[in-house]
T-cell receptor
């Protein structure tokens, strides 16, 4: 079946610290992988995505690389800001499908 | 950009009553909308796929008579939790993508509706 396992939070970092949120997946076939972010009081927003092995998704300083050999899609950012405080969700979808399988979400709090 | 609005954002009801949650695509038409449910500290779980003008497709284990979905127009889908009980308390989230596009990467999510059943 399809599933996503995500690092549990909450995660608290100081501003400018390095961020890693781990995500591994189980899927049949060749899924697409996503990171979504949910800021307080808002809906989930697509942060970045990768559709095939070795692809690197990037946006707003965040990066994640689709690693088929380790079935991972870890989220990283070199220097976090207070405005990055949010809940981050790793997700996958099967090719051509619109429904997503989500991880449990990781709450990140960045303190000044 | 595409915006999905949910209403209400939170609702408290008594056990045995029914609650309706609306999901609207504000600036695009959506032939398909998705309803998710999230328990505390757990993933979002897909409940059903709402199809405009036809019956919704429910995921395994989701009671269709309990969670009534109506997608009467290209911009509105409703989820009605019938005869709600405390175990139905949860965070319900809808998502949609413009009719002309397909693929999970174009999904837009609502902010969610928190239901508390007393």
């Amino acid at each position: 079946g399809n599933s996503v396992t995500q690092m549990e939070g909450p995660v608290t970092l100081s501003e400018e610290a390095f961020l890693t949120i781990n995500c591994t997946y189980t899927a049949t076939g060749y899924p697409s992988l996503f990171w979504y972010v949910q800021y307080p009081g808002e809906g989930l927003q697509l942060l970045l995505k990768a559709t095939k092995a070795d692809d690197k998704g990037s946006n707003k300083g965040f990066e994640a690389t689709y690693r088929k050999e380790t079935t991972s899609f870890h989220l990283e950012k070199g220097s976090v800001q207070v405005s990055d405080s949010a809940v981050y969700f790793c997700a996958l979808s099967r090719t051509g499908a619109n429904n997503l399988f989500f991880g449990t979400g990781t709450r990140l709090t960045v303190i000044p | 950009g595409a915006v999905v609005s949910q209403h209400p954002s939170w609702v408290i009801c008594k056990s045995g009553t029914s609650v309706k949650i609306e999901c609207r695509s504000l600036d695009f038409q959506a032939t398909t909308m998705f309803w998710y449910r999230q328990f505390p500290k757990q993933s979002l779980m897909l409940m059903a796929t709402s199809n405009e003008g036809s019956k919704a497709t429910y995921e395994q284990g989701v009671e269709k008579d309990k969670f009534l979905i109506n997608h009467a127009s290209l911009t509105l889908s409703t989820l009605t939790v019938t005869s709600a009980h405390p175990e139905d308390s949860s965070f319900y989230i809808c998502s949609a993508s413009p009719s002309s596009l397909w693929g999970a990467n174009v999904l837009t999510f609502g902010a969610g509706s928190r239901l508390t059943v007393l």
